[in-house]
């Protein structure tokens, strides 16, 4: 049976009001649903790596990468945390260390990860052109792509005032890596881009509607590894030093 190996998680956080005051800015309707404003709060990315315990790569190493797991603030990713640990009880999913994993060992392990998350701030250079694929069936057609029991979030993430601009302007096809599979569409998320915040904003918000969905996904890239490698051992550095990612969150 082929398992799911947990080897590590990261997290990057962020305040959510400048991204809620670049919305505002952009588009300025009280009605839209990107101004929700809740003072204060802190936004964040999970990322795993994990991969099969029956796929390996050329050297005999069990294959893994970096994946965007969740997005949304703390509440959002606990309640994503509960949904993951129930592979670990069917023994579908565990740490790559351990021959199995109790689902309150992965829920603790998330609430440490996001603990110590590293601030957005401190991590210049993550977001340089950084890929993602979308799932656009969240974004456009009919509702019952998505499952009908999704047809409520699918109208919210349709109305947010960003979504637009991104299928007009940033989401495009990327190249196939096989004729047999269609080609994925997606953008890149990068800090020097003049709407950086408000693109970030709106993948997070796409992020809490669509957790545990795989709607989001990031594909294999080089650069991308490596950034994620670089946020795991700040946040290794954060765990022995004892700060938290808060204590030391700045702005965008």
Not at 18 to 37: N, T
Not at 87 to 100: I, L, Q, T
Not at 193 to 205: E, T
Request: neutral net charge; proline residues 6%; charged residues 20%.
């Amino acid at each position: 049976m082929s398992v799911c190996l947990i080897f590590r998680m990261c997290a990057v956080t962020m305040p959510m009001d400048p991204l809620y005051a670049a919305m505002a800015e952009r588009y300025p309707d009280p009605k839209a649903d990107a101004h929700y404003f809740i003072r204060g709060r802190a936004g964040y990315l999970l990322f795993i790596e994990y991969g099969d315990n029956r796929t390996f790569d050329h050297s005999g190493r069990i294959r893994r990468s970096w994946h965007l797991a969740g997005l949304g603030q703390e509440d959002d990713l606990i309640r994503l945390a509960l949904y993951l640990a129930g592979d670990c009880v069917g023994g579908n999913a565990r740490f790559s260390n351990s021959p199995s994993t109790q689902p309150e060992a992965l829920i603790a392990k998330v609430r440490a990860t996001l603990k110590t998350a590293v601030p957005l701030a401190s991590a210049r250079g993550l977001f340089k052109n950084f890929p993602v694929d979308v799932d656009v069936r969240w974004l456009t057609g009919d509702a019952h792509s998505v499952g009908e029991q999704n047809a409520h979030k699918k109208a919210q993430l349709q109305a947010h005032p960003h979504t637009q601009t991104m299928l007009t302007h940033r989401i495009v096809e990327r190249p196939k890596f096989s004729p047999y599979c269609e080609a994925p569409q997606g953008f890149d998320l990068d800090e020097d881009h003049p709407d950086f915040a408000l693109d970030l904003g709106w993948i997070i918000r796409f992020g809490e509607m669509t957790n545990g969905a795989h709607a989001l996904r990031l594909p294999f890239n080089h650069n991308k590894e490596r950034a994620l490698d670089f946020i795991h051992s700040v946040l290794q550095r954060n765990i022995t030093h004892g700060r938290s990612g808060m204590e030391c969150a700045g702005g965008l």
